[in-house]
């Protein structure tokens, strides 16, 4: 897929990965839409991005309104070929805590947003792309999810969190399988420990202690660096049914 071809609709749009991945497409010519719950930082996102970005409200728990929106996505860009989810929360908590048990209620609100809303989210658009017109080697639209290198070595404090990222890699084959005879591709990518608003307001001495969990480059990843893995995805069409770890060789300690 041609990066100046692209319409792509992006959950989590309006700040972090999402934001990024808006800004270096809309460098290379895309449409985009932003797809976020944050109006203050949708509408700054659009501001900054220029008159090929628009702002829609979106809960991506919600079925009717992912829906709507994705149909508006498509309805206003004239199309729609690329759906990337990067919408999430982290979900922390101990199952055992100082507390007592974690609240079962917290536990299905990270499965609820991070597993059941890219799969909400990937659904309603491919049920818009398998439509479009064919392209190279008959393709007709990509769906690109984001993981985390937690769901392969989740943490003390990330059994929910892990679940639902683990649950998005293992989606990722049988959808692909499932969708590639309407000529859409699914790939998944799993950042490690990135420089997010999520990261941002950590302590020197954390952030430290993090960036030494990665052999090298020894820092955390920058959102420009999973732009660039979601362009190298797009653009090579044999990418498909996998999930890509992008975290300097990272691997997660118990704690």
Do not use: H
């Amino acid at each position: 897929m041609q990066l100046a071809q692209v319409k792509a609709a992006i959950t989590g749009g309006a700040s972090g990965l999402g934001y990024a991945v808006a800004e270096r497409l809309i460098a290379e010519g895309a449409l985009v839409s932003l797809l976020d719950v944050q109006d203050d930082k949708g509408a700054a996102a659009v501001a900054a991005l220029g008159e090929r970005a628009r702002y829609l409200r979106t809960d991506v728990t919600s079925e009717d309104g992912v829906a709507g929106s994705m149909t508006a996505a498509r309805n206003a860009m004239d199309g729609l070929n690329a759906v990337i989810s990067c919408a999430g929360i982290l979900g922390a908590g101990r199952v055992l805590g100082r507390q007592g048990p974690m609240p079962l209620s917290q536990f299905e609100t990270t499965i609820r947003v991070n597993l059941v809303g890219t799969f909400n989210v990937a659904k309603a658009g491919a049920q818009l792309m398998q439509t479009n017109v064919t392209g190279g080697d008959g393709e007709r639209g990509m769906i690109i999810n984001t993981a985390s290198i937690a769901a392969f070595e989740g943490q003390i404090g990330q059994a929910a969190y892990s679940a639902s990222k683990g649950g998005v890699v293992g989606m990722t084959l049988p959808m692909a399988r499932e969708l590639a005879r309407f000529g859409i591709r699914v790939m998944t990518i799993a950042p490690g420990i990135f420089m997010t608003p999520m990261a941002g307001g950590m302590p020197d001495d954390v952030k430290a202690s993090l960036e030494a969990m990665v052999p090298f480059p020894a820092r955390l990843g920058e959102p420009a660096e999973f732009a660039d893995a979601v362009c190298f995805v797009l653009r090579n069409r044999y990418m498909n049914g996998t999930t890509l770890r992008l975290d300097g060789a990272a691997r997660m300690p118990a704690k």
